[in-house]
């Protein structure tokens, strides 16, 4: 084989790696293990573009790295293969999303196989396969059969909170449950009903129903996660988005609060995720009191975590869907009032919170008493406070909280400066306004003025002090067909769980995949979607889990795939125990991450697994960006000029299609049959060539920027791709793609094939000792490459070997004692030609079972100097000489050198000084 043949070389070993099963992984206690993981991909139809496989590709090298340090290696791939596109397209079609499913699967798969990637193929995990959901549904179903004990600061049984029920009420249980959970006896708790003690119980499950304010977007037919609107529209097909009230499943995450904020601190995260997941948690310590409406029996309760401003609050603000809004609004106000909540509660969470500028609100004619000096104050109702955090309602002090502030003005309302001694850490700078210097808490500092407020408050009884979270409950359901089912039916409108020996419940067939005509989910669609009981047959569950539930365990699934009996067996989940290394996007920070940390904890709970968080080790990928190109037509005509000339013509810049364009040279010919209305095109050009222009944009189809993988690989092979994408820059930053580039890769690798021959071609490798350059070349390429690795720097251990291959090729070496072991650093890399490069030194096995080189510091120390020699101030002559030598034997020798002696011309010197190491004066 003269030149190296990619094509041949991949598929060979791609195929071998198939055939003998090289990268599966099981339990070894004899080994250490190293558990490396990528984001959960979703598989759409589009496949994967270049930008993709980056921190596929980085894992990988890890891998195999681990793997020659002699780690026993767990590095799984599976799909989060349910979800709304795959059911839209299905909606527009009518083919059962499964199908599209499993062709987007065949798709990825294929891709990410052709880059050689180091998958355990034989641990895939499908969410929509009903052998996986199985275990979703039965997570679920422990979920609903828990409790949190506040006590304990653990879930626990729900059977075991009955017991304390029939044995003692629930006055002294300490427990998370809903905050209008009634006090009951022991008496009380046995005289009540089937169905009140459901109800009861629901108010303390870790998965409980509920009415809830949601997104819901009529033209998906589904409820929306806050991610997923943007200005009052889907994210997927721009769709108006309302508020609305909602029977739903929640997950009770909030229970988890503190143990999930500090968690974080043992994490080797990134300091920009955890500090995202601390903001959205969002622990505030203060207090919570109730403001009593004016001439109504109503009490508004508010939390605030500066209670020792009170004496400043000059309005109360509500969220447009409090319950009390109706109420509130008098005639006068209602018309003004009414057109403001109707526009205001159709606006999504996120947009309410990231909004700062836009200031609107309505008055609605009704007051509050300040418990602290009788005082009437207006009651508003303003967008900026949120139902679904704390009380939906704040006590406005405009003077010491900006958004209170900006709203006060806008509107006119009072401000009043409070003057006490714990204003200096105030998180909102006093602006102006009245001055209130109050005898009760004045002068006071803050804890301390706090502390007497809360006490006034208990005392009262219409306050306490609280720690309280920003985070809410987790909506659980979602009103389409392609998820989950819940393993749950209805009776006397109450949810029951079917028998977990009835799992997995399976999806049901139905006759289209939109809601009904009476509004109920798809699967309300379903025939004889029932569950019979020896009590009757009742109504299924027609909601679905979201997108989220699959993937919240799957890390937990891949180390025992086929296990029937248990979600894992607890001795295997116990040696692979937390992910080592998890590498995927920041955008999952506050939905993913935080989910599966709150599933990973509930499972150790209740002894399921043996961690309490799952990926020790986070790496968030940057973004490859698209570099598209353009081509310049002169206005009002099919004439295109190219790039040098275009400021000669007036002209408009339209995209084109990068993969008709060579370092930016545009194919013309391709370029008239991209598109039927270019055909009779006609150019302009620059010495013959057509040159684009160029920019850094987005990759997306809708600018032709899209690289397919695909085409790289069958133009410059798997490897030059995965070593380009590591060159890139590094792995943490956004860098634009660039095929231009592309050529240097390509070409050490061809370099590198060659140093394993002879100028014939022939596979030539000496057995004769390396020389000390030799040896220095590859320990100094080892030191670098191990450092890079182990502080995940891949571009600089690509520019590393470059630098290593050039050296070794200057210096002719052909040397087993070399080459081997280069094989053996560049191998993580770039697999395909190092395996075939190891088979043709004469191995056997895969060079995934060989050892990582081990550098050795004395190849790189340097044990002489090449002394110059200056005579009268001008270097004369050059000596290689050993560093062991004594000043006097650096002298004698420089002396007794015949070219110094030529220039000496018989003369004996005056001086000679010798700096060792360095330079030898000769004065004459």
Not at 206 to 228: F, I, K, Q, R
Request: glycine share 6%; charged share 25%.
């Amino acid at each position: 084989m003269a030149d190296y043949n990619f094509q041949e070389v991949e598929k060979k070993w791609q195929a071998y790696w198939e055939k003998n099963q090289i990268f599966n992984a099981q339990a070894d206690n004899s080994k250490p293990k190293f558990y490396s993981l990528d984001m959960f991909p979703y598989p759409s139809g589009a496949g994967l573009h270049v930008g993709h496989p980056l921190g596929y590709i980085a894992s990988d090298i890890i891998t195999r790295y681990k793997r020659l340090q002699g780690f026993n290696v767990l590095h799984p791939m599976g799909y989060d293969s349910f979800g709304l596109p795959a059911e839209q397209y299905a909606i527009q079609t009518g083919q059962h999303p499964a199908i599209t499913t499993a062709q987007n699967i065949n798709r990825y798969t294929e891709q990410l196989k052709n880059i050689g990637f180091a998958f355990d193929w034989a641990k895939e995990v499908r969410t929509s396969d009903p052998q996986y959901y199985k275990w979703t549904q039965w997570i679920f179903m422990q979920l609903f059969e828990s409790y949190y004990d506040k006590k304990e600061d653990k879930a626990k049984s729900i059977t075991s909170l009955v017991a304390v029920f029939e044995l003692s009420g629930n006055a002294e249980v300490l427990a998370v449950c809903d905050e209008d959970t009634p006090e009951f006896s022991a008496a009380e708790w046995k005289s009540f009903s089937e169905k009140q003690k459901q109800q009861l119980l629901l108010k303390y499950r870790l998965t409980y129903l509920a009415e809830t304010t949601v997104n819901w977007c009529p033209a998906l037919g589904t409820v929306l996660s806050n991610d997923e609107v943007k200005d009052g529209f889907s994210e997927r097909g721009g769709h108006p988005v309302e508020r609305k009230k909602m029977m739903q499943w929640s997950m009770r995450i909030t229970a988890y609060a503190e143990r999930l904020l500090q968690g974080l601190d043992a994490l080797e995260w990134s300091e920009p995720i955890k500090e995202m997941q601390r903001n959205w948690i969002g622990k505030s310590i203060g207090a919570e009191m109730v403001f009593q409406v004016k001439g109504q029996d109503k009490l508004i309760k508010v939390f605030t975590t500066r209670i020792d401003t009170i004496y400043g609050v000059t309005y109360l603000a509500l969220a447009p869907e409090h319950d009390y809004v109706k109420d509130l609004i008098t005639e006068e106000q209602r018309a003004t009032a009414e057109a403001y909540v109707e526009v205001a509660k159709n606006r999504s969470e996120r947009d309410r919170m990231s909004d700062v500028k836009t200031i609107s609100g309505a008055f609605t004619g009704s007051y509050a008493i300040n418990p602290f000096n009788g005082e009437e104050i207006q009651i508003w109702i303003a967008d900026y406070v949120l139902a679904g955090y704390g009380t939906g309602a704040v006590m406005a002090v405009p003077a010491h909280d900006e958004r209170d502030y900006n709203f006060a003005k806008h509107f006119g309302l009072e401000i009043r400066q409070v003057i006490e001694g714990s204003m200096e850490n105030g998180s909102f700078p006093g602006k102006g306004g009245t001055i209130i210097n109050s005898d009760f808490i004045s002068g006071l500092e803050m804890k301390v003025a706090m502390d007497k407020a809360i006490a006034f408050l208990e005392e009262k009884k219409i306050g306490k002090g609280k720690i309280q979270y920003r985070m809410r409950d987790a909506i659980f359901t979602r009103q389409r067909y392609w998820g989950e089912p819940l393993p749950v039916f209805f009776k006397e409108g109450l949810p029951y769980l079917i028998d977990e020996k009835d799992l997995p419940l399976v999806l049901p067939e139905v006759d289209k995949y939109l809601p009904t005509e009476d509004g109920e989910p798809p699967l309300g669609r379903a025939k004889n979607w029932t569950y019979k009981t020896a009590d009757g047959e009742f109504a299924l569950e027609k909601s679905t889990m979201p997108g989220w539930a699959g993937s919240s365990w799957y890390f937990f699934r891949y180390m025992d795939p086929q296990n029937e009996e248990k979600l894992v067996d607890p001795e295997i989940e116990k040696y692979w125990g937390a992910v080592d290394l998890y590498i995927g996007g920041a955008e999952h920070a506050t939905g993913h991450l935080l989910y599966s940390r709150f599933w990973t904890k509930f499972l150790y709970d209740i002894e399921v697994v043996s961690i309490e968080e799952p990926f020790s080790k986070m790496i968030n990928q940057g973004m490859i960006q698209g570099r598209s190109n353009f081509v310049f037509r002169v206005k009002g005509t099919n004439t295109f000029v190219s790039h040098g000339l275009k400021d000669q013509f007036e002209t408009s810049a339209m995209h084109v299609d990068v993969n008709i364009v060579h370092n930016d040279q545009l194919n013309i010919d391709k370029f008239k049959a991209w598109r039927p209305d270019l055909e009779d095109a006609e150019f302009i050009t620059e010495d013959g060539k057509y040159i684009c222009g160029a920019e850094v944009e987005k990759m997306s189809k809708s600018k032709y920027n899209v690289v397919n993988p695909d085409d790289i690989i069958d133009r410059y092979g798997a490897d030059t791709l995965r070593m380009y994408e590591m060159f890139l820059g590094p792995l943490e930053q956004f860098k634009p793609w660039n095929t231009n580039g592309i050529d240097g890769v390509s070409k050490f690798l061809k370099k590198l094939w060659k140093l394993y021959h002879d100028q014939q071609g022939n596979f030539s490798v000496s057995n004769e000792k390396a020389t000390k350059e030799e040896l220095k070349t590859l320990h100094k390429t080892i030191k670098k490459t191990q450092e890079d690795l182990e502080n995940y720097s891949f571009n600089t251990s690509v520019a590393s070997f470059m630098i290593c291959v050039n050296e070794l090729t200057a210096l002719k070496c052909n040397k087993r004692e070399i080459l081997e072991p280069l094989a053996i650093i560049i191998s993580p890399y770039a697999p395909h030609i190092t395996e075939e490069l190891w088979s043709m030194l004469g191995h056997q096995d895969s060079i995934i079972f060989s050892k990582f080189p081990e550098f050795k510091e004395e190849y790189l120390v340097e044990n002489s100097h090449e002394y110059p020699i200056s005579i009268n101030g001008k270097v004369r002559a050059k000596l290689s000489l050993s560093l062991s030598l004594s000043r006097e034997e650096v002298e004698k020798t420089a002396l007794e050198d015949a070219t110094v002696q030529k220039w000496l011309e018989g003369k004996t010197p005056k001086k000679v000084i010798v700096v060792p190491g360095k330079i030898v004066n000769v004065v004459v």
